[in-house]
């Protein structure tokens, strides 16, 4: 089995997990090409033990690639993802250009893999949202035993969801806050060192921001349009690791301890939650891990048939590069490539 794989975004918070993480898991493939802009060329990237030399994704020919997995933003997606799947290449985009199209699948392996098989007609599939992936992996199981009919989700996304020049604004802000210079902000509205900011995205004329529409959108695609979905997403000072206070409503009676049940056994979900010994995951602890963890599972009192509990996940691993290293594995054994 011969398989050529091609990293468009390779330098960027993203593009070098996915590398991290084909390296770490393995995936079978015989050659890995690093692309990013042309002021990025010749930079030398990780890939486990090999030296990657960036190239010129303006100048490259995706003729030999099996899959390209894109991760440099909407505008190089839009234009250079129909040019990588015209060349034989399958695309698994991680921007939000394509999650929205009927003819482009939207997966998350544990999710809904059988989905996967409609990215012929495009030959695109999209990742989603990094706030969206953590929370579907924990919602789906849940639907599939007493069907979800409301969430209620409130976001606390690390910066890193915003790129690198965030993180290097929280750093530089926290930094300086304790020798008094002022923190003036630049990626974000406000400063975000010390603080939290209600705002993710453009805002919309209803009030809400294209970042809480996009949990909307995504859930309904992914698992089930009947579901009634909110979202408050905030940032907030933590450099990695998103986390999510969810309460769900569903159609018949489901106790935490079914619940617990369920989510433990269920894939990419790891339960930790046992309050009266402080057993809960915070983001910090999720860094690196494959995970997304639940804790706090507990019955919503105001709702009937209603539960709320904590979710957390790394959002540059699950929310990125991970899910679209997994749906890449998907290909593979669904005999799509190879």
Known sequence: MSIKIAVVGATGNVGREILNILDERMFPCDEVVALASRKSMGRELSYGDKILKVKNLETYNFSGIDIALFSAGSKISEKWGPIAASAGAIVIDNSSFWRYHDDVPLIVPEVNPDDIKDFKKRGIIANPNCSTSQLVVVLKPLHDFAKITRVVVSTYQSVSGAGNAAMEELFNQ???????????????????????????????????TKEEWKMLSETKKIIDKSIKLTATCVRVPVFVGHSEAVNIEFEKSI?????????????????????EDEKYVTPIECVGDYATFVSRV????????????????????KGAALNAVQIAELLLNKKYVG
């Open 298 to 317: 507990r019955e919503d009192i105001s709702v009937k048939n209603g539960l709320a509990m904590w979710v957390v996940s790394d959002n540059l691993r």
């Open 174 to 208: 926290t930094k300086g806050i304790f020798v008094n210079q002022a923190a003036e902000p630049e990626n974000f509205t406000r400063q975000i060192a010390f603080n939290v900011i209600p705002h993710i995205d453009i805002f919309h004329d209803d009030g809400f």
């Open 255 to 275: 106790s935490p301890e079914k619940a617990r049940a369920i989510l433990r056994d269920s894939p990419g979900v790891m339960l930790v939650d046992d309050p």
